[in-house]
């Protein structure tokens, strides 16, 4: 019987736990506690996927008020992939977080993070998981109110002023999206996903709808921090507490790019987005730009985390590179990217909480010997670096290698050329920091000081996730493409 | 055992050692007995598949899917059993010269030296075993970046600089044209394997041959074809052993190895003769042969002048390639293995007067054949089959690839040779008639030295006796050969 | 004259741009939070007047009336405004904040200062 209400518990654990979490008493109770639910809802997760693959999308009407009217619930297989991939990362980083939050975080105010933990996760996993669209602007209001509080967290006072910037840009990309939101309800009159993509191509023509599509196309790269509009996200991620910095860089601009993918095929449709409102060619030049931008800004970097704060922009911005191709295999590669970035920025974020539990900064100069001091450490960011450069046996090459098949599929070898070039600005500035830390010596008299276990463990299951998912991907990519042909409208 | 298991076993037995040397690096005598034991047995798995493969059979091995369609392979074929045969066997001979110079030379970090030693070699049987060009590509990768802290051993400015141009122009030549090169292939062709004749014909034609053939011939930047060869003078920062077996074997074998696979199981000969757009391979090569030949005649640092001797020698093979006829290819996959046992017996020479006299340059050597005898004598011997004079085995590979240059009437790759054996003959040979003829400068101050360590010693005149006993015996790498071809 | 009768919808425009003026322009951290509230409040108006039809009662069923009014959207900002609160609240919590940790609540000053933190560096 259980089994049927799958999926409305994967939004109520966590969201129901995040009080609970906050009467706890004493930080290590709520943060077992919260590792717990985050575990549960992965298992949810993975259960639904299971369901998914199996039986075909799953509809799940909240309180039994049957759609369009009532908030339905729809799992298919794109967004059961994204219900896994932020479940499994937040298990994973609040795994290893407890040592590393201790040491960056005030401990009267330990308590509140895993309580926004929770709430983040309930957003995030709520915007995936529903087929409603007024219900995808509630959940992000959650998730994005709660990271704001949890970047303010951070340590130093940076945060405060980085979490502020964030709150006025989080805000105005939510308010745009809820006025696309609005403006589609009145040409439609529906705020079901499903009927609103059945209702919108007979009124596709109206100037009600295209603005819609804007406010909307606006908001939502607002909120992914597609370039130009990314200038939020490297404070943010860089005075956030390092595990939250790993939860957010793996979940949140994720969830955005796939609220992109179902706005503009499930919603407007391939038809209206990219043929008649030709989304792509805005899309892909913003792409390009941001990637390489964003990768030749990262080179210059003095602080790590900041660094990789500004190679996610670059990476977000391969992802949508690939969803402009609007191709399966260009949807396939982006949607690979989601995963396999995940996977990587992650485990590489972990690597900085490993850094910063033991240097107190991520500054490049604080790297210098590292690589003798924390082996186990720098050896996770070596691997994570070779995965986010794209050596073979890596996640990272698997998305290159499909983003460089579609791309040759179309023909634009131009383009092709251009995406493995910038993966060298990538091997640029991962090498920088290799080169600090194995070949600069560290100052006289620093001995070991290997991370603990606890961060350490965790940080390499993701990376050893990374090999995984290099070597057989066979999951990865099967889902992803059948979600790509899915939301092509391509058979199954 | 069959030769599947085998080949397992020579893919595991570097990595497995590599794991050994790290658990044992407490204990140094352990651990280089653990890497001569783990050479030694590489070589006698990869010497019992001999037979096998000249009798005609290709044991294959297949491992998961990367991609649908896409699986990571090993195909065991004449040309790599070349490879293997060549980088296992020198393994051995290197590890004893590894253990005489770097303890002659108190280097720092040995385990970490001997781990990426064993990688590299792991790396090096990947690729000589590779089923296809994917597979090819990951080991490619693999040994880039598993010889990378070997180039910047010293941790110096100066080796940091090194392994920023080593890693720089491998890693962006592999992932900029390489890669792009392999994934053309796969969308053109719809598969990766190593086939005779090839995979393109009939799928591509006119210009774009030319450009994805360029796309491959300079995305394989271990074979130093210019412009992209500023790599291999770059990692002569290196501890000799690392030059000797790295840098003038495994990593550019490799590089010629993956040339000679692509042209002759990714284009197949028929149809590279069909494009004429796939001409300008020839010319380059012999450009490159030439150029790098008169640069090397300008360098003083020794290691130098040999790392731009390689550049030049490996051009050899590319042209040999480019030629496109039978007798050719065969001299091209001799030429993989004569230029090995020249090279490394050149590098051990010159990490042996290194460890000695503390010589680096050309110019300083002047006399020093006197006190280093076997160390001089090796290196002459190594000498003449650079440049081709029998009874070494130089002179065999140049011969089949002169027959083949002559029977396509290739004009420009007989006068490239001939002049280049000129050329060749005028970098080496000063540096032996001032080894054994010159007096050391008056008022120079030299302390008294003699030869280097004795397993220094031993491994360069095993090496040089190897380029004389392969000119005798020169059976079995013909056999394979031609085999390669099948003649 | 048609596009007069929607004045509703002009008003949103002005507020909207005018709450977005204040939110770029202003360096007052507390003007900014009132910048985006009346940025969201311009929202709040969208949706109230898109429900609304002239001539329309309140949606209680009876005999006597036939028009009524959509209460799904002034539902639907009841939400939006709880959430407006909320990033209020988090906002004006985050301010005291940075009032307390940089002495000033200016942008441009707090620009200051941080420029200044990172010489070292």
């Known amino acids: 019987m259980l089994a049927v209400h799958l999926p409305v518990f994967q939004v109520l654990l966590p969201l129901l736990a995040a009080p609970v979490s906050m009467l706890l008493p004493g930080s290590r109770v709520s943060w077992v506690f919260s590792t717990l639910v985050s575990w549960g809802c992965f298992a949810l997760s993975v259960l639904l996927l299971q369901q998914v693959l199996q039986e075909g999308s799953i509809s799940y009407a909240i309180g039994g008020w049957a759609a369009p009217w009532g908030i339905e619930y729809r799992v298919d297989t794109i967004n059961a992939f994204v219900l896994l991939i932020v479940s499994g990362i937040s298990s994973l980083v609040l795994t290893g977080a407890q040592a590393s939050i201790e040491r960056e975080v005030a401990k009267n105010r330990i308590d509140l993070l895993y309580t926004c933990w929770l709430l983040a996760l309930a957003g995030l996993l709520g915007i995936a998981i529903t087929g409603d669209a007024f219900n995808v602007f509630v959940f992000l209001e959650i998730s994005a109110l709660s990271s704001y509080a949890l970047i303010a967290l951070g340590s130093g006072r940076r945060a405060l002023t980085a979490s502020f910037r964030y709150l006025v840009v989080g805000t105005i990309g939510a308010t745009f999206i809820v006025i696309g939101i609005g403006l589609i309800y009145m040409a439609t009159g529906t705020l079901n996903m499903a009927d609103m993509g059945a209702r919108l191509p007979a009124v596709a023509e109206s100037r009600t709808v295209i603005a819609a599509f804007a406010f909307l196309i606006v908001g939502i790269a607002l909120k992914m921090a597609l370039f130009p509009l990314h200038f939020w996200l490297p404070d943010a991620y860089s005075y956030a507490p390092s595990p939250v910095a790993a939860f957010l860089a793996g979940t949140a601009t994720k969830v955005a790019v796939y609220l992109l993918l179902r706005f503009s095929f499930t919603i407007f449709g391939g038809d209206f987005a990219f043929g008649a409102m030709a989304l792509e060619r805005v899309l892909m030049p913003l792409a390009l730009l941001g990637i390489f931008i964003a990768s030749l800004v990262a080179i210059f970097q003095m602080d790590v985390k900041r660094l990789l704060a500004y190679s996610s922009i670059a990476q977000i911005g391969y992802m949508v590179l690939g969803i402009s191709l609007v191709s399966v295999t260009g949807l396939t590669a982006g949607i690979l990217h989601l995963f396999n970035h995940a996977l990587i920025k992650s485990a590489l974020f972990m690597v900085m909480a490993c850094v910063f539990y033991r240097m107190g900064a991520t500054r490049l100069d604080d790297f210098a010997g590292l690589g003798r001091r924390m082996p186990w450490t720098m050896a996770a960011f070596v691997a994570g670096g070779l995965s986010l450069i794209g050596i073979p046996l890596t996640v990272g090459f698997v998305s290159k290698w499909y983003l460089v098949v579609a791309v040759l599929e179309r023909g634009w070898w131009p383009l092709a050329v251009f995406i493995l070039f910038t993966s060298l600005l990538a091997v640029v500035y991962v090498w920088r920091v290799v080169e600090v830390a194995y070949l600069r010596p560290a100052a006289e008299g620093a001995g070991r000081c290997e991370a603990p276990l606890s961060i350490l463990l965790p940080t390499w299951v993701l990376i050893m996730a990374n090999f995984y998912f290099g070597i057989d991907s066979s999951l990865t990519v099967g889902v992803a493409s059948r979600a790509a042909a899915a939301l092509l409208g391509i058979g199954l | 055992m069959n030769g599947e298991t085998t080949m397992l076993l020579a893919l595991a037995i570097p990595v497995l050692t590599a794991v050994l040397i790290g658990l044992l690096g407490r204990w140094p005598n352990m651990r280089e007995a653990v890497t001569l034991v783990g050479a030694g047995m590489l070589f006698l798995c990869v010497a019992s598949l001999t037979p096998g493969v000249l009798a005609g059979e290709r044991p294959e091995l297949l491992f998961i899917e990367f991609f649908p369609g896409l699986k990571l392979s090993f195909l065991l074929e004449p040309l790599g059993m070349i490879f293997a045969l060549v980088a296992s066997f020198l393994w051995i001979i290197n590890s004893i010269y590894s253990i005489g110079y770097m303890r002659g030379n108190q280097e720092q970090k040995q385990t970490r030296f001997y781990i990426c030693f064993a990688v590299a070699l792991a790396s090096t049987m990947g690729i000589a075993l590779a089923g296809n060009m994917l597979t090819l590509f990951v080991f490619y990768e693999a040994l880039t970046l598993s010889t990378y802290p070997l180039v910047v051993h010293k941790e110096s400015e100066a080796a940091r600089a090194g392994g920023r141009t080593y890693l720089g122009i491998l890693l962006t030549t592999s992932i900029a044209f390489l890669l792009l090169a392999v994934v053309w292939t796969w969308s053109a062709t719809g598969t990766l394997d190593f086939r005779a004749g090839g995979i393109l014909a009939g799928e591509m034609h006119g210009p774009m041959v030319g450009v994805l053939l360029a796309l491959y011939m300079f995305g394989i930047g271990k074979a130093a074809l210019l412009p992209f060869h500023r790599w291999l003078p770059a990692a002569m920062v290196a501890p000799t052993p690392v030059s000797a077996l790295l840098h003038a074997v495994a990593v550019v074998k490799a590089g010629v190895f993956s040339v000679v696979k692509v042209v002759v199981y990714i284009f197949g000969l028929e149809f590279m003769q069909a494009e004429p757009s796939t001409d300008w391979l020839l010319y380059m090569a012999g450009a490159s042969i030439l150029i790098a030949s008169m640069v090397a005649l300008r360098q003083d640092n020794l290691k130098r002048r040999l790392a731009y001797s390689t550049v030049s020698q490996l051009s050899y093979v590319t042209m040999a390639t480019a030629i496109l006829a039978p007798l050719s290819m065969v001299g091209a996959a001799l030429h993989i293995a004569a230029h090995a046992f020249g090279k490394i017996t050149l590098f051990f020479a010159a990490g042996s007067i290194y460890t000695a006299a503390h010589k680096t340059k050309v110019s300083e050597l002047n006399g020093i054949g006197w006190r280093m005898p076997w160390t001089m004598g090796a290196f002459a011997v190594g000498s003449l089959s650079m440049i081709g004079v029998p009874p070494t085995i130089g002179f065999v590979s140049k011969w089949y690839m002169l027959q083949g240059a002559f029977s396509t009437g290739q004009m420009f790759a007989v006068a490239v040779i001939f002049v280049s054996t000129l050329l060749n003959a005028a970098y080496f040979l000063p540096v032996v008639y001032a080894a054994f003829f010159r007096k050391p400068a008056v008022g120079e101050d030299s302390p008294e030295h003699g030869e280097a360590p004795w397993p220094v010693v031993l491994a360069l005149t095993l090496t040089a006796a190897g380029t004389i006993v392969l000119f005798f015996l020169p059976a079995l790498p013909l056999g394979l050969a031609k085999g390669l071809m099948g003649l | ?121």
């Open chain 3, 1 to 121: 004259m048609a596009s007069l009768g929607l004045y509703n919808y002009w008003l949103v425009i002005a507020l909207m741009m005018i709450g977005f003026y204040i939110v770029i322009t202003s360096p007052n951290l507390v003007k900014k939070i009132i910048g985006l509230n009346i940025f969201q409040a311009s929202v709040f108006v969208l949706y109230i007047t898109m429900g609304k039809i002239i001539g329309g009662s309140a949606p209680i069923l009876s005999d006597q009336i036939a028009v009524y009014s959509n209460p799904l959207p002034h539902v639907l900002i009841l939400t939006a405004i709880v959430v407006g609160v909320a990033t209020t609240a988090v906002g004006l919590s985050l301010v005291v904040r940075i009032y307390a940790a940089y002495g000033t609540m200016e942008e441009d000053e707090i620009e200051k200062i941080e420029a200044q933190e990172e010489v070292p560096t």
